[in-house]
């Protein structure tokens, strides 16, 4: 069975700080691919990052990083230099899928960034 | 390109009734998933339609149905509604094309049902 883990369900930041959010997963599948989502208050769900099982190359697009370890089953997200815009539920989600459906999901992460 | 459309955005239902929901893909994307999420449960995977035919199932009670018509739009109907089944519906959908770029989830804003 997978599973994902999001152990901090609220952050709150001062606008500009530096935030990571964590996600540590959990598969027997040697092939799975790992997402996160953004679900601002209007409620669909933003696609910001797909990662496989085989590319463990770390990614930086603007301020987003993220950084994925599979000897430690994780994939954290850090934001830098924060904005009040970022405001939002975070997901990460994982699955063996090669359609990406039949995505697990964390239990999500409310991130608040205060001006 | 238009996103994911789901229609109605907001609907209220009394136990017992019946509903369905639709959900219009992205023009050319075959893969059509259903999710429910709730306060408690968080995000949880119902089932996926691919080409008309049910590809994968979550682990929901027999209320729970679906279909995909041939134009790759879908419909989750819920039967027998109880309050439990209060939640956003969201669906998603992906090319599908078996390389990893297809693998792309598009989600719609989602259906509130409420169950009185």
């Known amino acids: 069975a997978q599973k994902v883990t999001q152990a901090q369900t609220e952050i709150s930041v001062v606008e500009k700080e530096d935030v990571t959010l964590d996600c540590v997963y959990e598969t027997r599948d040697t092939t799975y691919y790992l997402f996160w989502y953004k679900q601002p208050p209007s409620g669909e769900l933003v696609f910001l990052i797909r990662r496989n099982s085989f590319d463990e190359q770390n990614e930086i697009s603007g301020r987003y990083s993220w950084n994925f370890q599979k000897s430690t089953s994780s994939f954290n997200f850090t934001i830098t230099a924060s904005q009040v815009v970022d405001s939002a539920v975070y997901f990460c989600a994982l699955s063996k899928e090669t359609s990406g459906s039949r995505l697990t999901f964390g239990e999500g992460t409310q991130l608040t960034v205060n001006p | 390109k238009a996103g994911v459309t789901q229609t109605p955005r907001y609907l209220i239902k009394t136990r017992g009734q019946q509903v369905t929901l639709s959900c219009s893909p992205i023009s050319g994307h075959r893969s059509v998933s259903w999710y429910q999420q709730t306060p408690g449960q968080g995000l949880q995977f119902l089932f996926e339609?691919?080409?008309?035919?049910?590809?994968n199932k979550g682990n929901f009670p027999g209320r729970f149905s679906g279909r995909q018509f041939s134009n790759s739009r879908s419909e989750m109907n819920v039967s027998t509604l109880e309050l439990g089944d209060s939640a956003l519906y969201l669906c998603a959908s992906s090319l599908a094309g078996g390389v990893p770029k297809d693998t792309e989830a598009f989600f719609g804003q989602g259906t509130r049902l409420t169950v009185v």
């Open positions: 339609y691919f080409s008309e035919t049910q590809r």
